[in-house]
Nanobody, 125 residues
């Protein structure tokens, strides 16, 4: 049974930082590309960042480029999202997701096979 469990969300002031973690189990983590998505109230789920199975390639949404960094540890079966210079518009539930296959980072939610339950990030102004 595949499980993706996010942690690290919380309340932070604008300009602050948070580090999200997503622990994976029940899959061969090193064979999965991983991604982070977010969904704000009343909005569709949107892509944030993705990383290839090896960690050698990454992809970012324009809105977070230069502020967020995705990384992974294939020994700990964990993917991270370091979020710096946070803005109120970054407020959302953040989800981690995984897709099978050793290929380029994927930006579409339809390419992902498994999803976590999400963690809330709230940025106050």
């Amino acid at each position: 049974q595949v499980q993706l469990v996010e942690s690290g969300g919380g309340l932070v002031q604008a300009g602050g930082s948070l580090r999200l973690s997503c622990a994976a189990s029940g899959l061969t983590f090193s064979s999965y590309g991983m991604g982070w998505f977010r969904q704000a109230p009343g909005k569709e789920r949107e892509f944030v960042a993705a990383i290839s199975w090896s960690g050698g390639s990454t992809l970012y949404a324009d809105s977070v480029k230069g502020r967020f960094t995705i990384s992974r540890d294939n020994v700990k079966n964990t993917v991270y999202l370091q979020m710096n210079s946070l803005k109120p518009e970054d407020t959302a539930v953040y989800y981690c997701a995984g897709h099978r296959g050793r290929r380029a980072p994927a930006g579409s939610p339809y390419e992902y096979d498994y999803w976590g339950q999400g963690t809330q990030v709230t940025v106050s102004s």
